[in-house]
């Protein structure tokens, strides 16, 4: 495990929601913070009961939502 992943742990930021699943030993569907990039970023983490849980990006309608896509050659 590298020194980040054991910072991240201690501060409770996971980097999936199958290792909040695994750590916290939960199957509860709901948001969480996750940490990517050394950011820690809102995730709804579904199928939380599967051996593969997904993360999906929270939206939130009072704050602005955009993307940036950059061309990669």
């Known amino acids: ?41 809102n995730v709804y983490c579904y199928k939380m009961d599967t051996a593969e849980p997904q993360e999906y990006i929270t939206l939130h309608p009072d704050k602005d939502n955009y993307a940036e896509v950059y061309d990669r050659r």
Do not use: F, P, W
């Open 1 to 41: 495990m590298c020194h980040t992943t054991n910072i991240n742990l201690l501060l409770g930021l996971y980097r999936s929601c199958k290792e909040i699943k695994h750590y916290m030993r939960t199957k509860e569907n709901r948001e969480y913070d996750i940490s990517l990039n050394g950011q820690a970023v």
